[in-house]
């Protein structure tokens, strides 16, 4: 169940449910790249991670009442850092990126919530009907 939630289009994420998604990624993807320099398992993780921040993202700004296309200033960030990563950048442009990032998570975070739901583990699922 709890990962059918990370890779579902409909619903919606709360902040902290979404900053976690990001630090997980960044996470994920500086561990890939300890263990794994220069590999292509640095851009298997990325495009993984990619999905599930960028859905998140939508859930998110779903919640949050705004357009979608708003999900790129997540998206980004995780996509150049694990491209960086790869490429094997110097550890202050990793460093920045990851920052960034999580800059731009924590923004989208910050949004105010247009609805007051109850929700389970950040996560409301939208029932039909």
Same mark, same amino acid.
């Given at each position: 169940?709890?990962? $059918? ?10 902040? =902290?449910?979404?900053? /976690?998604?990001? @630090?997980? %990624? ?11 320099? /220069?590999? +292509? +398992? @640095?851009? +298997? ?16 700004? !779903? ?11 997540? =998206?980004? &960030?995780? =996509? +150049? ?8 950048? &110097?550890?202050? /442009? ?7 990032? =999580? ?8 949004? &105010?919530? $247009?609805? !007051? @739901?109850?929700? %389970? ?5 939208? !029932?039909?009907?």
């Amino acid at each position: 169940m709890l990962l $059918k939630t990370l890779l579902c289009r409909e619903g919606r994420d709360t902040g =902290l449910r979404l900053m /976690a998604i990001v @630090i997980a %990624a960044f996470a994920l993807l500086s561990i890939a790249a300890l263990v794994f320099p /220069a590999s +292509i +398992i @640095i851009l +298997i993780a990325t495009l993984v991670m990619l999905p599930v921040v960028g859905l998140s993202a939508m859930r998110r700004l !779903h919640d949050a009442n705004k357009t979608i296309i708003y999900a790129l200033i997540c =998206l980004l &960030p995780v =996509l +150049i850092f694990g491209v960086a990563a790869y490429f094997e950048a &110097p550890f202050g /442009a990793l460093a920045s990126v990851f920052l960034f990032g =999580l800059a731009c998570g924590g923004y989208l975070s910050f949004l &105010p919530t $247009k609805n !007051h @739901i109850q929700y %389970a583990l950040g996560y409301y699922e939208l !029932h039909n009907g």
